[in-house]
């Protein structure tokens, strides 16, 4: 089983900064299987991100995503007050698995 | 416009049976291109994928899980269900339904990516 670890845990940002989140798989993913989602409080998750850097419909370019092998990562360019989210990545390789999530919330 | 709703009881004793549906429109859940799928959310924690089925085959399941689950499609309802028996407190968690994108891995296929998502179902064991 692929193992996605996501880091930071918690990232402490201000609105307009840049957020740099990291997806850390335990060995090679094709980035075709790569995707992110996002989830607010008491929403379900929503897809942000699939084939690691294609938007998905309605999602502001604001966000955009990169990577390969291992590592991938998604940017969120300038934070606007609605990104503050947990943010997880999973993939669909030999199995299906999401990463622990990271949290960007409010400085 | 795609939707998914779960429905079931928020609260299940200890060793029964958790007994979940989801009611697809805006679709058709015997399309031959989604993965129609459970996941679940223990409290504060994330996300946990239970099983997936699609329109014509069976249903493939989280060999992780520690629960016993059943998931069924029923194409006249344009729907799908969980049941995961003998539950424990470990299973209270928000259970969604999710349609998953069709997509191969050499010689297998599954959910890619989940485009839709039902809004949630909180389902609590009690003992």
């Known amino acids: 089983e692929i193992v996605l670890t996501q880091s930071p845990g918690t990232l402490s940002l201000s609105p307009g900064e840049r957020a740099t989140l990291s997806c850390r798989a335990s060995q090679s993913v094709d980035s075709y299987y790569l995707v992110w989602y996002q989830q607010k409080p008491n929403q379900a998750p929503r897809l942000l991100i699939y084939?690691?850097?294609n938007r998905a419909i309605g999602i502001p370019d604001r966000f955009s995503g990169s990577g390969s092998g291992t590592d991938f990562t998604l940017t969120i360019s300038r934070l606007d007050p609605e990104d503050f989210a947990v943010y997880y990545c999973?993939?669909?390789?030999?199995?299906?698995?999401f990463g622990g999530g990271t949290k960007v919330e409010i400085k | 416009q795609v939707q998914l709703q779960e429905s079931g009881p928020g609260l299940v004793k200890a060793s029964q049976t958790l007994s979940l549906i989801c009611t697809v429109s805006?679709?058709?859940?015997?399309?031959?291109?989604?993965?129609w799928t459970w996941i679940r959310q223990h409290p504060g924690e994330g996300l946990e994928w239970i099983g997936y089925?699609?329109?014509?085959?069976?249903?493939y399941y989280n060999p992780s899980l520690k629960s016993p689950v059943t998931i069924l499609i029923d194409t006249s309802k344009n729907q799908f269900s969980l049941e995961v028996t003998s539950v424990t407190a470990a299973d209270t968690a928000v259970y969604y339904c999710?349609?998953?994108?069709?997509?191969?891995?050499?010689?297998?296929?599954?959910?890619?990516?989940?485009?839709?998502w039902g809004q949630g179902a909180l389902v609590s064991v009690s003992s």
């Open positions: 805006g679709d058709s859940i015997n399309s031959n291109e989604y993965y």
């Open positions: 999973q993939q669909f390789g030999s199995s299906l698995t």
């Open positions: 084939g690691a850097s």
């Open positions: 999710a349609r998953g994108v069709l997509g191969y891995y050499f010689d297998t296929s599954g959910p890619l990516y989940f485009d839709y």
């Open positions: 089925v699609f329109a014509s085959g069976s249903p």
